[in-house]
């Protein structure tokens, strides 16, 4: 057992810090002003953005979640302290990399169930970040957590597929440079309940594709990136060639894909974390009430601690699960891959509620990233099922070892 | 001891849930349709509101939160379950009845200190719903929860007032119809520590007033009610009898205001915590996962228990301590005040949180009130002092009995 | 509604407040010194303990509990801040005062549905403080919170009930002054699952009883009053007179014992909470560490403000569920006696655990009573059923509601 | 990153696990009916343990814990997996293998600061298993956790000190086999806080040495090992060469001390939560109530799922920290020994709770073992200073980072 990382990570570590540092770091105020810009087009994306993420590929800073081909081969281990440092400015950083959801996932998923052609067309200008591409699972009029309760309907007719549905909380499908939706759906509901579901590439400006409105996230619109869109599919047609995989597949790359994306936002959580903490210890080594500084209240204090023993617990688990992902596989890491899911959104929102607590009405606003940080993190309880969910199938895994 | 209501409060009770199901829930998406129009003004109350304003006054609902002359003379435990009532639809029940804060704490604060010509000039009118008020006491640099570390000054020149300060999170005023805010800031930084402060009324229009921006509560501008401005003083000029009470006298009548306005938004919040029970049952016994209702699931079930053991003890303890108000006074109550400040956010936290989870992604969209009230009820643990100030003001008087 | 005690409560709490101060407090160290006695014969009752009562009786503190005839008379909101004093010294006062758990319930239990000769043969001597008794119903074997799963066995032969079974954990029969049990069996297995149980009256003598051992709680043989003990029933032979109320009466007979007993517990465990309050203030205000009191500790304070506003719910809640079965009965306060069963003994728990942080080794040791206050207090939690099936059960109720 | 084991510890896990197996958990009950044995000297080490102690030390597994000479070599790392199996029969694994607290850390503390003389007089027996040893600090009347209160007197007179105080608390030094106290006292109470300490060692039987009592840890008086006795020392003569080290040494000694305790004790308290935790599955998997077993309950489910996600969190945290104090030193590791210190209790002690309620009465009972577990676990809060003490010094740690 041996918790340095090797050389390969530590030296990127440092390139990115460095970049961080000088780059991103501060683009943050220049992120708020462009977004405040009242003649800015809406959703559109901010040219900061842009310019970081030219800065970024051109320091070789690109790509670093993929493993494989047109990736940076890094395996999870190492991927995951650069994420967690993406994390510290997340709005920013991991955009920038090329590194954020949701293209992080169908870049994966493309490069593992796409067809030459479909990577051709969509995975490579997603890897050279010309495009960006949303992911559509999640429906209103269900609990979609369990996928055999989706109702969008995929339908083959000759040589094309019929998509007829409609799905929420979107993200990125606002954005006017998201050119393509990869839609979950049932091609067969008479099938076993995993065989029910594929998957289809729907290009965004297909015929029949509504894009309603921007769903709300606490009151955000997350407009920096496209925000969450509720987008309805209408007799939207589709060549059979734009098929992931084949038919009743979609369940199962539905799961292949899930891992890594739950343990990439954990990781950048606990990176959001850090930069709360961070914050919250400055504000409070500062603010003076009652003749003292915050930082002198036991209180306080308590928070401060707690909130570096919860982090650094819970890096290790990622950590942990990010190497048995690696050696094991995706299905050999499922319970730690679990675990993370439950375990760090949890964490992530207590310490950034302390973080709050710490900056007083500043905390709530718009003038410290905290809030908004807070509700982002407060949907990772409940995207991609809610803990409940993945609590419920870890106990029963735990209790079948003692039946 | 008796846990009956009297037989006035019976009946406005009754009164009450009537106009509620009449009128107001009726209207919860008509200001929701109202807030969304893109060619509303901005900050504009939606007409909706002051269509429910003219019903609740016609039928006698009117200013019921005040004891005395112009009020409806109901003492605070009479208040509390009507209080309760209108939490249940926040945004529009307490404005219809005219029970909104600030202008509820504004209108205590002039019928107790304000001179005759005060309350003829600013009082009446706010009692009779044609204008409406804000309170300026927090400020963005300094820990205001302690009032002697307030930066505006208020100095005297002449017949004037001379006001210079920032202010923000003062509630109300991006409001078009606010007309007068209340105004805490310094006469004389020399004076002991709690006789530094003073209190003007200063008309929004005057020279000077700079309205900045409207502050967010995580994400949400609150536009419903004139949001939270954030207001620049900057040389602005009253006649000295705009000046409320004494120099001097700030200090001690922010307490005298305190009590009251904590109390208000603990029995709002109550509702708000009812509602949103009613919200998560309503959710739990219709929809489906895994087979069968998410009300069959035990975990949720304990959510609903505890729930109703905790809402069922803060109600109690926010109900005595109005009792107690009334009968030894807001200083004798001053222990109680700061148990359900303490107590009664928190508990209604808990309870949005689940009310949250048991929603999925419908519970942090725009969609369902949940996330907004989370929000809103957030902020109740910072405002008028973080709870840990309280606490810890608690605990010494608790200490102080043993030693 | 109204939260000042009559004049009855109010004169009683002011001579049972005497005679804590004058008898009870400082019988205290006493009982410590004759428990720790090794002459002692083991289960025996330390003769303070008789003393008490004949000085209490003598007052005419004397079964406060009782509503009916042979009792004091008192409501349930009557006697429950006189019950919440015996909980300040909850080893000494409620044996003192003839108002102990478990005779409280049997006495109750024997007013209400023994016959005359099982009132004038059990319930006089209890009455008159001659004898003690338990109550057997708890299995060992068995999740006897269920009652249907309970597995004794009472079968009529002839003029006989025959007994058979195990119990445990019944409180007070090691004690040898103890001289009867009520014991709760299947008469009936295959009756309607509520109609299955009976309870007879079997005194300890009676052959075939044997009480094997005492159980434990945290290692504490609770040998003040009679422990809890493990019990077999063999071959058990008592007259049929001796079956209380009708056969398959048991299950309805269990259900009305349980709402006072239950509400006994809480009003006592209240007690327990005030005094552990005390003794943390106390020790805080003198304890010195790193050289300031405890008392100066933030979190020492957060812990003593959070104990306050808990203890202020949570009898509040009690009283309002004294009042509702005084006013409506125990079935109309059904709701909140499982609520109480819920949140008293977990709000008590956690004072408790602060308590003894509070006091350091001393918390843990015999040199305060905390540790095994804390032990008996989480044995509420498990108690006529533990929480979770109260919770289940209260939940369900409130789902109706929106059904 | 590595997450393996290396061989040698892989080997030495199966090594033990067969022990285990083969001898620890059968001898359970019989540790339990020979404690019970009313024939059984006072505090004397039930004969099990001896036996299993000549088992260890044929197989070779003996004085695992210490690294340097006379212990099996290995690293904090290599001894944490090994140490967390011993937890899970936490009263005879430990002292079997040599590995009990305190005479670990007085080995340690022999072995790094023993002269010659005194290694050869007390360490070799104690290595060899012919003794056992006991260590004084904690002191009844001060907060010890701050060492500089401590009140026993250590003076020299000629060639001898005289020790004068009064200790609690002393772990094992009930045992009539237990030979030495290490006592820590002050020798200099003019010097600087950090150099008024020393510590000598003090054989059991000399003159002065009165052992007073046995503590008692939630009602239990731990006479399996020795207990946890009162010593007062008056005039106790030791002669000069029974000092440690240094006179004004002994508070850098105990620190010494402290790190590697800590650990200790939190790897075996792993090792009991995954004992708990087995023994919570098999309950609930076999447990039948309201008709399907207890791990068919929803919130017996969520215990269950967050135990495993707490215990795979604590125990990488505290592999972590061997894994720094192996390679950067105690000192270096000062915050993960702190953070482990904070962690590894409650969080076992939370799992200890939810295994006590899913066992109801039997839970709280000596007939499983719980209870006393979590009584044990409970001290680990208080011992060597309460955790508040810790997360203080941690806080002010991080906080400096940004200052």
Redesign the interface.
Known sequence: ??????ARTTGLIAELTAFMDEFVYPAEPVLAAQLADPDRAPWSIPPVVGELRAAAKARGLWNLFLPGEGGAGLTN?QYAPLAELTGRSVLLAPPALNCAAPDTGNMELLAQFGSPAQRERWLRPLLDGEIRSAFAM?E?DV?S??AT?ITTRIERDGDEYVVNGRK??ITGAMNPDCKVLIVMGKTDPAAEPRRQQSMVLVPRDTPGVRVVRG???????DDDHGGHAEVVFEDVRVPVANLIGAEGAGFAIAQARLGPGRIHHCMRALGIAERA??LT??R??S????GRP??D??????????A???I???R??V??TA??MDTVGNRGAH??IQ?IK??VPSTVEWILDKA??AH????????TPL??L??GN??L???DG???????S???R??A???
Not at 215 to 221: A, C, D, N, S, T
Not at 297 to 306: L, S
Request: hydrophobic share 45%; net charge positive; charged share 25%.
């Open positions: 057992m041996d918790f340095t990382h090797d281990l999640t209103p609990a957590s369990d309760n929420w909380y769903m709300r996230v606490f009151g955000y619109p903490l961070e210890c400055r409070v080594n603010r003076v009430a009652f915050l930082a209240q036991g209180v306080v204090r308590d928070w401060i601690a707690e570096r023993v919860r650094e617990q819970a290790l688990l950590l942990k190497w048995l319970t730690e675990a439950i375990a709050v607590q007083g009405a500043a905390g709530v606003s718009q003038d809030a908004q807070w509700a407060r949907t309880r409940l995207a809610p803990d409940e969910v993945h609590r419920r870890l106990a029963r735990e209790l070892k003692y039946r």
